[in-house]
């Protein structure tokens, strides 16, 4: 369990000081854990809308603050180049969250045209019918997100790292409410960029 925990803190602590500059990125990473934490309650209740959720808040304004705020260039706080990063970053790197967020955006046009799934499914009726099969199918989509990475990384490196990183993954909601509370007031402050002076001293 050490070494699990080692590896867990590892891949966070990597997650942090190359992928989250931008105090705007963490501010929407703070919106987005707050919202994932909702819909973890909601799942419990109502998975489908819990995934409506997560989806349209919590995974858009997460991958907006890296898409459109986080800086692409050359990392001078780890001397690092954006191509290094992308390559040996554990998990969903730009590329493959493209792909991901190319199939969810499908998903509902796919039910529209075809409500049954070729049969596989009773065709909704009604709106709220089908905001129902799109939430199950989104809650489908992250769990196998979720599985293809971990198996891909079992392939690429070891089964272990694909279960800290699912770990990871999973409780990063929780973990960004402790890391990115501040940042909200650092913004308002007019400081765009995290200095990363705790990543300097590392």
């Known amino acids: 369990m050490k070494d699990f925990y080692q590896q867990l803190k590892t891949q966070r602590w990597d997650d942090h000081r190359y992928y989250h500059h931008s105090r705007i990125n963490q501010s929407l990473h703070l919106l987005s854990a707050i919202s994932?934490?909702?819909?973890?309650?909601?799942?419990?209740?109502?998975?489908?809308?819990?995934?409506?959720?997560?989806?349209?808040?919590?995974?858009?304004?997460?991958?907006?603050?890296?898409?459109?705020?986080?800086?692409r260039g050359y990392d001078t706080v780890n001397q690092a180049t954006d191509e290094h990063k992308e390559e040996i970053k554990i998990g969903y790197n730009i590329r493959r969250k493209i792909v991901l967020l190319a199939i969810w955006a499908l998903v509902p046009m796919v039910l529209w045209l075809e409500p049954s799934l070729l049969g596989l499914?009773?065709?909704?009726?009604?709106?709220?019918e089908f905001l129902d099969d799109v939430g199950l199918a989104w809650l489908a989509l992250g769990v196998a997100g979720l599985v293809f990475r971990?198996?891909?990384l079992w392939i690429q490196q070891d089964l272990w790292t694909g279960i800290v990183w699912a770990t990871k993954i999973i409780t990063d909601p929780f973990h960004?409410?402790?890391?990115?509370?501040?940042?909200?007031?650092a913004l308002m402050r007019g400081e765009m960029i995290d200095p990363m002076e705790h990543v300097n001293h590392k």
């Open 121 to 128: 499914i009773e065709p909704a009726h009604g709106l709220m």
């Open 36 to 71: 994932f934490v909702t819909a973890y309650a909601l799942l419990f209740v109502n998975p489908a809308w819990a995934a409506l959720l997560a989806w349209t808040v919590s995974m858009s304004s997460r991958q907006a603050g890296h898409f459109f705020f986080e800086p």
């Open 150 to 152: 971990v198996l891909q």
């Open 176 to 185: 960004d409410i402790m890391l990115y509370h501040k940042a909200p007031l």
